[in-house]
């Protein structure tokens, strides 16, 4: 990573999105990935924006095969046909060690700081989540308006293609894309989302996609 920092500060000066690869070694890349696939349990998210007894909209869990599930899916979908924010997909707030070592480095953090500009950056893992896109999740349209200065994504997917759906789209005036992302194994993908942010979303994952699209996200404040 290091030894492309100026070639990566200069995508984002142009783009205010990077994508960074190879950010671990091959063989850390593949443990943290074990390490999700293999032992961690996922619960299936979703927003239907509907307000609970004390008005807070809460986010909604359900486990697949039960009524809740297939009432909370039919809710999502409706919602998604309006073009009204909603989303669907697994996640999970366990963190893999070499995750945190990662973040915590002041090194990393600096090289984050050099490649966009900022002059302070600071991670808050208590916002962050490891998400899991299975077939038919997805998540609308947002900005992501105050949740800090930069988004990012790390990407725990393995051997993905346009096919299958589960594109990162950025659209700055919610209808034309200006950026594209295809899911690859250890990159990592940061964008812009100060001030009011940035549209972007995950398209659905096709129907009889058998893979995961993992990836470790959160925000820079």
Known sequence: MFKELNQYKENWEKEKAVTITNLFSDEDANEIWSWYATNRSFSKSFFTGDADADGQVPLVFADEGTEEYDK???RVNQKLDRNEFTYRFGRTQEM???LVQMWQSKL???ALEYITGYDTLEWYPDSTFTSKYEEGDFLGAHTDENHGKIAFVYQL???WIPQYGGLFLR???WRNVDKTVVP???ELTLFEVSGNGIPHMVTQVSNGVKKMRMGYSGWLR
Request: proline share 11%; hydrophobic share 30%; no cysteine.
């Open 171 to 173: 659209m700055p005036d």
């Open 157 to 159: 997917t393995k051997d």
């Open 72 to 74: 909370l899916t039919e």
């Open 96 to 98: 893999h060690p070499k």
């Open 108 to 110: 990393f953090i600096g």
């Open 184 to 186: 690859q194994f250890n």
